[in-house]
């Protein structure tokens, strides 16, 4: 029998969560997916029809605190703003918390800081969840692992569920109905010369979010049925890459699947265009600059912009290409934003 969100919470959580203090609060990284997740098999509980593997950005991320609030409904303040009742934004986040309410008057207090672009394309929505669900277990104590902390951000999003560890991070599409063998874990392996460079093309917030965009392509896009496939052999080949430490397999591979993405994109009615002029135009620099022998590839997610790979001994060659470029190196000791510096 399928399971509903709330089923698979009472069974992780089977007594009613007690506040073990005023407030609890946490940070989480984002993740960039080397191999993407795009497609569910289970749209209630964020099932995917593939598993994915992505790397962590260790400082970028979200910082959450989570505490109660007098009143009738829950306060969202974001970078500093109230978030108003009749956003998107405030929504979700308001259909999360139902779901962890002790009692049905629970009114809700959310303070989220985060240091990249919301909504863009720059998986603020992965490291969001993820630090939503790590501040309601240090609000709650929750007795959970890791791996269960990430069931639970899945059923916010998706890719939250990758954002627990740092480095390079898979995520089980599983088998089972209700999702227990649906979860993330730390590939425990480390790259320290691995660079991620984020190229800042657009952020304003999308047209169409990543979940309305998935449910078409699996709908309506006629290559569909061959992303299984290509997703799966992507994990094979970029795992032995991390491996052998082969950066020109782990790029191309990369570079490969998110461009597949895009394609199924492109093939679904109507076509879901995330890809600017200016995404476009960078994309021939990185192909040119590869050409003349720089080892430098790019992922996209579903958004305009772009994130580079590449070697930090090539990291002074990116600066000159792309002056913009912002750097991170995923295996640097993680320094939190000031803000998050109570957790
Ligand atoms: O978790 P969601 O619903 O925001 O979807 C994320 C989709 C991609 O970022 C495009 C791919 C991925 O694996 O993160």
Not at 31 to 59: D, F, Q, V
Request: charged share 15%; with cysteine.
């Amino acid at each position: 029998m399928p399971m509903n969100k709330q089923q698979v919470i009472n069974s992780l959580i089977n007594e009613v969560s007690v506040p073990n203090k005023e407030f609890g609060s946490a940070f989480a990284s984002t993740n960039i997916a080397l191999c993407k997740y795009w497609g569910k098999r289970n749209a209630e509980l964020n099932l995917p029809m593939t598993s994915s593997l992505s790397i962590s950005l260790g400082h970028l991320g979200a910082c959450t605190k989570i505490g109660f609030a007098a009143g009738t409904t829950d306060q969202y303040t974001l970078n500093n703003a109230a978030v108003s009742e009749n956003t998107v934004f405030y929504r979700r986040l308001v259909e999360f918390l139902d779901l962890f309410r002790p009692t049905a008057d629970t009114v809700f207090s959310v303070t989220t800081q985060t240091n990249i672009p919301v909504a863009a394309g720059l998986a603020s929505s992965a490291c969001g969840f993820a630090a939503l669900v790590k501040a309601m277990q240090d609000l709650f104590a929750w007795p959970l692992s890791l791996e269960q902390l990430s069931i639970l951000a899945r059923l916010g999003s998706g890719s939250a569920s990758r954002s627990f560890w740092d480095g390079f991070v898979q995520w089980d599409a599983g088998v089972r109905e209700d999702g227990m063998d649906s979860f993330a874990y730390s590939l425990e392996q480390e790259w320290s010369e691995l660079r991620v460079g984020l190229l800042h093309i657009d952020n304003k917030p999308k047209g169409c979010s990543s979940r309305e965009a998935m449910q078409a392509t699996v709908e309506t896009s006629p290559f569909y049925k061959l992303w299984p496939q290509t997703v799966a052999n992507a994990l094979t080949v970029t795992k032995q890459a991390i491996i052998d430490r082969d950066f020109w397999s782990l790029g191309a591979t990369a570079e490969a699947n998110a461009l597949a993405m895009h394609a199924l994109m492109l093939s679904t009615t109507p076509a879901i265009v995330y890809t600017q002029g200016a995404t476009l135009d960078c994309m021939r620099q990185v192909w040119c600059a590869r050409a003349e022998g720089l080892n430098l590839f790019f992922t996209q997610d579903a958004g305009p912009n772009l994130k580079l790979l590449f070697l930090s001994k090539d990291e002074a060659k990116v600066k000159e290409l792309f002056a913009q470029v912002e750097i991170v190196a995923p295996f640097a000791t993680i320094t939190k934003p000031v803000e998050c510096l109570h957790d």
